[in-house]
């Protein structure tokens, strides 16, 4: 079938589907993959502004994957020399150290240069909110940094012995928080690197934490997919490539993510693995130490969605930790949910994108396969006694969506795209491309981009017809045809939703410091109790809604997650391209099946094992992370596909 065929059948699945009105998920709770990715647990950059969200975080009993704090910014920044801010580091110690419990990293950055550090005495904004020019220079006096740098992280490491602690070098560097030349920032990560070693020669360090993976202090890439030769332009590369010539390699790699193009992920960890293995270095971590919805789109229905598939998303790729910025909203603005940073709002009420995190956050177990013949969010799990399905019903604007479809898998960038006349970045006109994913134009096949942009037509049209409608789901419990109980958590435009109860509140005449007090004496996420009935139940969901079940079937036992990271088989190389090679004990006798699933279960190869070694050719298979599993074994390892 060519591929014009081939979008035919896609579009006429999709709208099959949805004119039946049904997105079938089937869910199988017996086939485990792998133990639920530390990624739904997301960290959160802490900073609050008011006491009741300092009360909320502190209380609130969730352990985080990670925590971000600018406790040493603080400090430098607030006082007039190194003692001064010692001193007041010290004042910080009882919350440092309750925060260190509630998390498995806690990130101190070092940015902003305090005055008394500076080469520079100019009190005047800078190009970025929250600093003054000075605070964007390099020191007066190298040394004395270097001093101050390792006085901080022994204060830290040492004595408060915060054993999780780990330093990330500055913040966003090229959204003008560093106005020094690239050679200085490079003496800067130096300095820094070799002051916290001073204090500690195990540290975590990493950075640079830049806003985009792709940038570079002096320039940003054009939108869409980052070629690795591009990508040795941008800060991390040149960075990683520096870093091996003085052997002071980074622990960690940081970036941010403020878009919906959420295929940056996996661009971004495929690029940083090819450079490490070009450069025969051990891949550093991958943390995503802020990332958010768009300001255009907080505090609006999109963004209680993407928090979900942002995480579904990052599941897929190597990333180890991420850190949502930011828990309290960091304007106190003219009202509340005026589209700031916050999962909280500045009077510490709970946003509908925290209430789906929240979400998030009750998984538990061992995730199983999940299946769907149409495009879906979500993930399930298990463990005893109770499947977990988490749904988001994500809805972007099918533009963007499609666009970032055709940018990641033609490997495109806006740019390119405009040189062919398919968008006009000038003016601001995309007509022309949005009217051939509307099916008024046809384009033929003849070349990369035009196959690429054609393959996204079927997502346009999928997100076009959920844009504005409730969307018919029915779950499908394969292997268990019994009756189950089940809690159902949803937030959407007024379940579990501060905003609606908010503005109902305005509405009925409340002033807005009343209605902020009356919503802060509960904002429990509620639920309902339903039935499942033969293992099947159907349900409907806004447009960006998002829902979790919890469905109680005795009998349901995960295995646990000690049998996910045996090490009875190996496989390698990892990463790879083309060949894998499982090599068994020697000992194996048996007959196995060798499975092979991507991160949202689906098998995409299965293989008979019969030797103790083989070699397994994968360059069908896209470019990704994935999860193998032998039938004889309860052992799951994943490689990456290049």
Known sequence: M?????????????????????TILNIYPDSLIAPLNINFTPGCFFHPKTVPAYND???????????????IESAMNNSTNLSECLSLLSTYKADLVTLSTKCSKLIFIFEKMPLWLSSSMDGSPAAISGYYVFNTKPPANWDLWQIAVDSIASKIINQFRISNAVFEIWNEPDMGSWTGTMAEYFELYKRTYDGIKSASSTAIIGG???????????????????????????LIGQLLDSAVLWNKIPNFISFHLFNLNHQSFSNACNYIQQKCNSLSIPEPEIVISEWNAPSAVRDKPLATSYMIKAQIEMAKTTIDNNSIAAWQDFNPGTSEFHNDYGLLTYGAIHKPA????????????????????????????????????????YCPPPFIEALNTTLYQGQ????????????????????????IYRGLVIIPNSNAMQIAINNSIGIYRHYDSLETTSRLFKLNIIGYTGNYSAQVFIVDSVQNNMQYRYDSLLRAGYTQSSAISAILSNQNINYSTISITSGQYTFSLQPNAVC????????????????????NFDIYPNPTSDKL??????????KSILQIYNTMGVLVKTVDINHSSIVIDISELSSGLYFIRMTNSQQTKRFIKQ
């Not at 209380?59 to 704090?69: A, K, L, P, S």
């Open 581 to 590: 090679t499982i090599a068994l004990p020697s000992q194996q006798k048996s």
């Open 548 to 567: 979790l079940f919890k469905i109680y079937i005795p009998g349901i036992i995960s295995s646990t997650e000690n049998n996910f990271v045996s090490t």
């Open 57 to 71: 975080f502190m209380n609130n009993g969730i352990y985080q994957n990670v925590i971000r704090t600018n406790a």
């Open 412 to 435: 495109l960038n806006a740019n390119q795209l405009d040189s062919e006349g398919y968008i006009n970045i000038s003016q601001q006109d995309i007509s022309y491309l949005d009217s």
């Open 354 to 393: 925290y209430n789906s995190i929240l979400l998030s956050e009750k998984l538990n177990g061992t995730t199983c396969k999940m299946t769907s013949a149409v495009p879906y969010d979500g993930v399930s799990s298990v463990t005893n006694d109770t499947l977990f399905v988490l749904i988001a019903n």
């Open 208 to 234: 640079p934490s830049v806003n985009f993976w792709g940038n570079n202090i002096y320039w940003q890439p054009p939108y869409g997919y980052i070629s690795n030769q591009l990508g040795d332009s941008s």
């Open 2 to 22: 060519n591929k014009l065929l081939k979008i035919i059948a896609i579009l006429g699945l999709i709208e099959h589907n949805l004119v039946n009105g049904q």
